[in-house]
């Protein structure tokens, strides 16, 4: 089999493939991700060096010529939104090109990228069929099982996370759902259909974007009030059915993403979702307001803004994880620096020549500073230790914590 793309959901599915002790092609098409993993790095710190050296059934390769060699492929890569929030599906698409060249009769395709309902078949198997020659559910077949990787998480896995399975027919997806089973510790559920499957996949980020911008919209209101939101929160939590979400900023390569996907498909049926986008536009905000709360913290301190320093810990999307993908912490970072502050940006976590490439912005190698304003982005562990009091510039120096992660006594505000 060949596993098309070997980043935060491929190359964690390969490895369990090539355990189960399938013969696995890893193909990505960046030569610098296939030479890291040959040496044992792996940039995302999904598999440590002693993982990766373990993996002796896998050929990680850039070569395209490669997958011809394989009657089984797995596409695992990325689905992201253009600047107008709309689905871009060129990775996609442009990975069943390069699977179609080298598909023969009888091989199976599966996609575990997260797509609106009817993507697969709608938009994916044509591209397959026009680049093959072949005919599809007569000479090849395609599955779906979506992926459900938790980048950073060292507890939940590919192989103890259940999966959602289906095939294009009955019979493969009985296949697929035995292929997957090889290599789980958990049951897998049969979808009835793919579209089934896709759209199971897609509200599930959907539920917790929606759920993540309420408790947003609190945070706004009860902020007007002069009330604690974490307190409230605190209190709520005390029923037994109250949903223990935060406020905070919403990113990733799926909760930021993937509504948009759907949102796009149903405006194409001729139905104009009102709830999803609200929330989506909730959440989209929240950096701006979080950097406007810091900035009116500074002006009654009567602090000049065009004279402050501010450092922002944490660029990634999550905590303890490298991943910057559709991180929303650079939206506090460029308003603060549109009004004038002067930015440092510290992650112990995150790659400085990604971060550079992707929001042009270079990351602090060490503290050397004190600053008027500090912001807690993120929660990683290595922030748990950090003497905030050392690197503020003196006892009036805003400390906004986004996270809720500083005792209560040190911050200035939090959300």
């Given amino acids: 089999m060949a596993v098309v793309g070997l980043g935060y959901v491929g190359l964690p599915l390969a490895a369990a493939f090539s355990k189960a002790g399938h013969k696995v092609i890893g193909f990505d098409t960046s030569q610098q991700r296939i030479e890291e993993l040959q040496s044992g790095i792996d ?16 050929d990680f390769t850039a ?29 996609l698409l442009t990975a069943s090109k390069t699977v179609g060249r080298y598909l023969q009769k009888n091989n199976l395709v599966i996609y575990e990228s997260t797509v609106y309902p009817g993507c697969t078949e709608e938009d994916c198997v044509p591209v397959l069929e026009k680049a093959s020659g072949l005919q599809f559910n007569k000479d090849f ?14 507890n939940r896995n590919v192989t103890n996370i259940r999966k959602v399975t289906s095939g294009s027919t009955p019979k493969i997806a009985d296949e697929v759902d035995a292929l997957y089973q090889s290599i ?19 509200i599930e980020n959907t ?49 930021g993403v993937d509504p948009y996907y759907l949102t796009y ?57 490298p991943d910057i993908r559709n991180s929303r912490v650079i939206d506090v970072v460029k308003e603060l620096q549109k009004e004038g502050v002067q930015v440092d940006v510290y992650d112990p976590q995150a790659q400085p020549d990604e971060v550079q490439k992707t929001f042009g912005i270079s990351l602090i190698q060490s503290i050397q500073h004190t600053y008027e304003a500090i912001v807690l982005a993120v929660g990683h562990d290595e922030f748990k230790t950090l003497d905030i009091s050392s ?11 986004v996270k809720g992660f500083l005792p209560r006594s040190l911050t200035t505000d939090r959300l």
């Fill in 43 to 58: 940039a995302t710190q999904e598999l440590s060096t002693k993982a990766l050296e373990s993996l002796t059934g896998i």
């Fill in 63 to 91: 070569k395209e010529t490669s997958l011809q060699n394989a009657d089984i492929y797995i596409i695992t890569v990325q689905t992201p939104i253009d600047k107008d929030k709309k689905p871009d599906l060129a990775p």
């Fill in 141 to 154: 077949y395609c599955g779906y099982s979506p992926e459900r990787v938790n980048p950073g998480d060292k």
């Fill in 184 to 202: 789980l510790s958990v049951p897998t559920h049969k979808a009835s259909s793919i579209k089934i499957a896709e759209a199971s996949k897609i």
């Fill in 207 to 255: 539920q917790r974007d929606l759920n993540i911008s309420l408790i947003n919209e609190l945070a706004l209101i009860f902020e007007k009030m002069n009330i604690d939101t974490l307190e409230v929160l605190e209190a709520a939590e005390t029923k037994w059915n109250f949903l223990p979400f935060r406020p905070g900023l919403v990113g990733g390569h799926c909760i």
């Fill in 265 to 321: 498909k149903s405006e194409q049926l001729g139905y104009a979702p009102d709830v999803i986008l609200s929330g989506r536009k909730v959440n989209d905000t929240m950096g701006t307001h979080i950097a406007q709360r810091i900035l009116s913290h500074l002006k009654k301190n009567e602090q000049s803004i065009k004279q402050s320093k501010a450092l922002v810990l944490g660029i990634t999307f999550k905590e303890n994880c």
């Fill in 391 to 401: 690197i503020r510039n003196d006892s009036k120096s805003v400390i906004f914590d």
